[in-house]
T-cell receptor, first 114, second 114 residues
Framework: GQNIDQPTEMTATEGAIVQINCTYQ??????LFWYQQHAGEAPTFLSY????GLEEKGRFSSFLSRSKGYSYLLLKELQMKDSASYLC???????????????FGAGTRLAVHP | EPEVTQTPSHQVTQMGQEVILRCVPI?????FYWYRQILGQKVEFLVS????????KSEIFDDQFSVERPDGSNFTLKIRSTKLEDSAMYFC????????????FGPGTRLTVT
């Protein structure tokens, strides 16, 4: 079965740090992605983890623990424009290749306030 | 920066009609996907396409759906006889043959079935 859980909503203050958690149970695992989605727009890529550990990319970092089926996205120095939905997605598949599908969580709606 | 494009941005159709949604993936990408997102719900995988054939399809992608790469640039999704429940945002995505296999999403086509 497939199950990807993340909190429905979070709020944070401008300039602060927020951590969005994601837990997953999928029949195969070939990498975990975080996407940002503003209302009515397409998901845009933020980060990718396939090995355990932390990946840092400017104000955004993502962590993965494959043994725990757990990832988080860390957003630092929050800005008002970071108000969006953040989607955790697992690339499911046993085969190494670009065609593996993405299974998305329901997304976490982040509201950044002054 | 190269991007995935989709047309039309919004399509309104009557139940039972056929619709074709069009996508132009990034030119050097070899893997193509369709996802859909019903309003307020999560992004769902429909189909992946590689080397001129379907790699994988979900339960949603029934006989009413088909995909085609009619030429070297376009990738289309056809729904033969639309139902009310087909109303959703349809996203096309593409990815490279190597690397992190990040999937780049197009801006989406909002399909409204009346």
């Amino acid at each position: 079965g497939q199950n990807i859980d993340q909190p429905t909503e979070m709020t944070a203050t401008e300039g602060a740090i927020v951590q969005i958690n994601c837990t997953y149970q999928t029949s195969g695992f070939n990498g975990l992605f975080w996407y940002q989605q503003h209302a009515g727009e397409a998901p845009t890529f933020l980060s990718y983890n396939v090995l355990d550990g932390l990946e840092e990319k400017g104000r955004f970092s993502s962590f993965l623990s494959r043994s725990k089926g757990y990832s988080y996205l860390l957003l630092k120095e929050l800005q008002m424009k970071d108000s969006a939905s953040y989607l955790c997605a697992v690339r499911e598949g046993w085969v190494s290749g670009g065609y593996n599908k993405l299974i998305f969580g329901a997304g976490t709606r982040l509201a950044v306030h002054p | 920066e190269p991007e995935v494009t989709q047309t039309p941005s919004h399509q309104v159709t009557q139940m039972g009609q056929e619709v074709i949604l069009r996508c132009v993936p990034i030119s050097n990408h070899l893997y193509f996907y369709w996802y859909r997102q019903i309003l307020g719900q999560k992004v769902e995988f429909l189909v992946s396409f590689y080397n001129n054939e379907i790699s994988e399809k979900s339960e949603i992608f029934d006989d009413q759906f088909s995909v085609e790469r009619p030429d070297g640039s376009n990738f289309t999704l056809k729904i033969r006889s639309t139902k009310l429940e087909d109303s959703a945002m349809y996203f096309c995505a593409s990815s490279e043959a190597s690397g992190s296999y990040e999937q780049y999403f197009g801006p989406g086509t909002r399909l409204t079935v009346t």
